[in-house]
């Protein structure tokens, strides 16, 4: 009979529920796990390895980074974090082969300020 | 009787995405109904006339949030197309890989939208549990559990490992246990038939006159799928069912989708045991010689359409995409004459329309 | 002078006012833990139905222009009138109610009444959702009321009274009425679960297709007292239910009445909760097929059967 299943299946369910642990992790009170190759936030591992070809902008699909560009002592490489989408394109496309989406989360702040990070920034001092 | 227009949208409870459907009813019988849509219109087919190939896959990939894997698949495939490129077998199982887990993840979703529109909330909890299965297999596959960035013009961005692999297999065992236990719902219990029988019904003329493709126009007995009858990706290489059904109603729906979830676990998991070596992707030329191509899939909801035109620069030309929700938003009308207006929640959930999709 | 007292007592404390709102948060906590688990869910922690309610009793009120304002107001608070009033005649656990012949009668008389102010409701706030919704509850009202009172007449007409007191005293020395009846003691229970407007007969809300129904339109403190009303009626209908059907507070050893019968209530909530799980929602007009071709005749059966065999 069709209620004897289901009531056998719901029962079934409840010994499970009652067995286990609550999921939800009370981030930001409890550190969030993250997996291995998780997207995250957008870093530079190796600043001076940094052309300034621009690639990384161009193929950005969210538009989140912008090259000043001057010359090839003189450049910036400005990362938008609320407008990046964190699918990990200009770590794909970086012939140097520095930018790491790291597995790091980006926090939401009340400060827009803080959303946008200078990358690299390269004022043709040349010991820097 | 006294007519009274009743407002299903752009919000209403039964809708997950902004439609607008005015609805008159007579006592609780639906006389006529006005179908509006373009509430989530982004204009997404210019935006791409002014990003290069690259942004594309991105941009393409939020035309919907549930089928967003197949939306990049269609429009690589065919840019690869264009290229004249040869994807790597690794690359190509791997799309199809993750093609087919976000087939059950989006029938598995449709199952719960469906049960709680008919009261059944227990259902719904069930299944978006169990879909959970399928989120995580995915986020650890490609690091997003809806956007999941796994196409690149070439190939794939991603790999897998026989550890992963193993352990993959192991969940999808639990989860074929899960989907069991949901088709045996569906086939006995009494007040979800009661409920899904006979409502919405679309004969196979209707069907046909309306081109309703993917699961709506299976279970209207059109034996349709793009995966049997044009392969792309690895479906040729595939051993699978195409599941039909003849009564047309919401219920027919709901075996075809439950069916195509247990067809598509088979085929993840041959997919997974026959992985090929080699390596991920081939290099694609930035700038795609001029020419015309079009890309067809199988999505969740039926053939998608990809047209691409190029004009030998970084940036296409013209890409106009069809999506499978519009013919069954235009067969809604028929399928809403002189029903209930209680089974109109059922309707609109049977056909799994996606807004998104449709509007772009 | 203690007469007044403590016939306040009984009106405002036990069993009166404070102990019915305190049973409505309690069985609608356990009644949420309950469908919750057996989903898969957690569930919500002890004091989320007073959080809900000091959360609604705080928000703002506010009413279409099309709504009959006036009856808007008095229709949840008659409501909540109607089924505190019949709550002074159920007894619970050995406190015994001041009861008349008939009293079963004027109580399933009281619980009908928040019935017609949700149609009411329906009605007169101006939305459609809720008219549709209105609508339906009424028809909803014809399809389970009969059955329901066929069925709890059988308990009266096998006591040979009409007073609840006194059907729950005779329990006391012979077999528990579910015993006995246990076919009426099902059809009440289907009719209640149609008179608490639960799954699977909460058609007059479904959530996915008409809002909220009638109280679509209403929020703030309005909302608030329906809220109150309706969960103090579940606690009402079960505590009839197991007056008339389980015995009341009897069990036959010696145990505290006020447990045995909280014990009782509860296995009845429990059993609605699980109905509640089980099933999907009915259509409007696939309920009024069950009420009138299924539940009404077997009501008929089951009163043929007490008026011939039953009674001597």
């Known amino acids: 009979m069709s209620l004897l299943r289901s009531l056998a299946h719901l029962l079934a369910e409840l010994g499970r529920t009652l067995r286990a642990e609550r999921v939800t992790v009370q981030f930001p009170f409890a550190p969030a796990e993250l997996p291995n190759d998780f997207r995250g936030r957008v870093t530079i591992i190796e600043e001076a390895s940094c052309k300034g070809c621009g690639l990384c902008a161009r193929d950005c699909p969210a538009l989140a980074l912008e090259l000043e560009r001057h010359d090839r002592e003189h450049f910036r490489l400005i990362h938008y974090r609320d407008r990046c989408a964190y699918c990990g394109q200009c770590a794909d496309i970086c012939p140097s082969h520095i930018i790491v989406l790291a597995s790091e989360l980006v926090s939401p702040t009340h400060d827009k300020d803080t959303l946008t990070q200078v990358l690299v920034e390269r004022t043709g001092d040349s010991t820097s | 009787m006294s007519r009274i227009t009743i407002p299903i949208g752009p919000q209403h409870p039964a809708l997950k995405e902004p439609l607008s459907l005015l609805l008159t009813a007579e006592g609780e019988r639906i006389v006529e109904s006005t179908l509006r849509i373009g509430y989530a219109h982004r204009g997404l087919e210019r935006i791409f006339q002014n990003r290069n190939y690259v942004q594309n896959i991105h941009i393409v990939e939020r035309v919907c949030g549930i089928c967003s894997h197949v939306h990049t698949t269609a429009y690589c495939q065919g840019v690869e197309a264009l290229l004249g490129l040869q994807v790597p077998p690794r690359a190509l199982y791997l799309r199809t890989l993750l093609c087919e887990l976000e087939r059950i993840h989006s029938h598995l979703l449709w199952l719960g939208v469906l049960a709680e529109h008919i009261g059944f909330t227990t259902v719904f909890m069930y299944t978006w549990r169990d879909r959970e299965i399928v989120l995580d297999i995915m986020e650890e596959l490609s690091g997003g559990r809806v956007a999941h960035a796994v196409n690149a013009i070439g190939g794939v961005r991603i790999d897998i490992d026989s550890e992963h692999i193993d352990s993959i297999l192991a969940r999808l065992d639990d989860l074929e246990r899960q989907i069991d236990t949901f088709l045996g719902v569906v086939l006995h219990e009494h007040t979800f038939q009661v409920r899904t029988h006979a409502i919405g019904r679309l004969t ?39 599941i039909v059904a003849h009564e047309g109603d ?45 890309s067809r899939c199988e999505a969740p909801r039926g053939e998608l359409v990809y047209y691409i035109r190029s004009d030998g620069s970084d940036r296409p030309a013209r890409v106009k995409v069809r999506t499978p929700t519009l013919p069954s938003l235009a067969a809604l009308a028929e399928q809403l004459q002189d029903i209930n207006t209680a089974d109109v929640p059922a309707v609109l959930a049977g056909v799994d329309l996606c807004i998104a999709c449709a509007d772009r | 002078m203690t007469d007044c007292l403590s016939a306040l007592f009984s009106l405002l404390i036990f069993p009166g006012f404070a102990f019915l709102l305190l049973c409505a948060l309690a069985f609608q906590w356990i009644d949420r833990l309950v469908v919750a688990r057996l989903q898969g869910r957690v569930g919500p922690p002890w004091y989320q139905p007073l959080a809900d309610l000091i959360k609604l009793l705080a928000k703002e009120d506010v009413l279409p222009t099309e709504a009959h304002e006036l009856a808007c107001a008095a229709l949840p608070m008659v409501s909540l009138a109607a089924v505190l009033t ?24 009281l619980l009908s009444i928040p019935a017609l102010a949700y149609f009411l409701a329906g009605w007169l706030s101006g939305s459609v959702f809720s008219v549709v919704g209105g609508n339906r509850s009424l028809l909803q009202y014809f399809s389970y009321e009969v059955p329901f009172l066929m069925a709890l007449s059988g308990p009266a007409i096998l006591s040979g009274s009409w007073s609840i007191a006194q059907i729950t005293a005779q329990q006391s020395h012979a077999p528990w009425i579910v015993l006995v009846q246990p076919l009426g003691f099902f059809l009440a229970l289907t009719g209640l679960i149609g008179k608490l407007k639960r799954s699977p007969f909460d058609i007059p809300k479904a959530k996915s297709e008409i809002g909220a129904g009638p109280l679509t339109e209403f929020s703030g403190r309005k909302l608030a007292l329906w809220q109150l009303s309706l969960h103090i009626k579940t606690a009402v209908g079960i505590f009839l239910l197991v007056d008339v059907f389980l015995g009341g507070a009897s069990i036959g050893l010696p145990a505290p009445a006020i447990l045995v019968f909280g014990i009782k209530a509860l296995l009845v909530l ?3 909760s699980l109905v509640d799980v089980l099933y999907a929602r009915l259509r409007i007009d696939q309920l009024v097929n069950l009420g009138w071709r299924v539940l009404a005749p077997l009501a008929l059966v089951q009163v043929l059967v007490v008026i011939l065999i039953g009674v001597g």
Not at chain 2, 207 to 226: E, F, Q, T
Not at chain 3, 86 to 109: M, N, Q, R, W
Request: proline residues 7%; glycine residues 6%.
């Open chain 2, 204 to 242: 196979a003329e209707q069907a046909r006159r309306y081109c309703v493709v993917g699961p709506v126009a299976r279970a209207s007995g059109i034996d349709v799928d793009l995966r049997r009858d044009e392969p792309y990706a690895v479906y040729d290489q595939l051993d699978f069912r195409v």
């Open chain 3, 270 to 272: 429990l059993v609605l």
């Open chain 3, 86 to 109: 019949a709550a002074l005649y159920i007894p619970v656990g050995k406190h015994s109610a001041p009861s008349f012949e008939g009293d079963l009668i004027v109580v399933l008389f």
């Open chain 2, 250 to 294: 919401v219920w027919a729906r709901t075996m075809v989708r439950t069916m195509e979830s247990v067809e598509s676990l088979q085929m993840c998991r041959q997919l997974l045991r026959n992985l090929p070596d080699g390596p991920l992707a081939v290099r694609a030329p930035r700038h795609v010689p001029a020419g015309e191509v079009i």
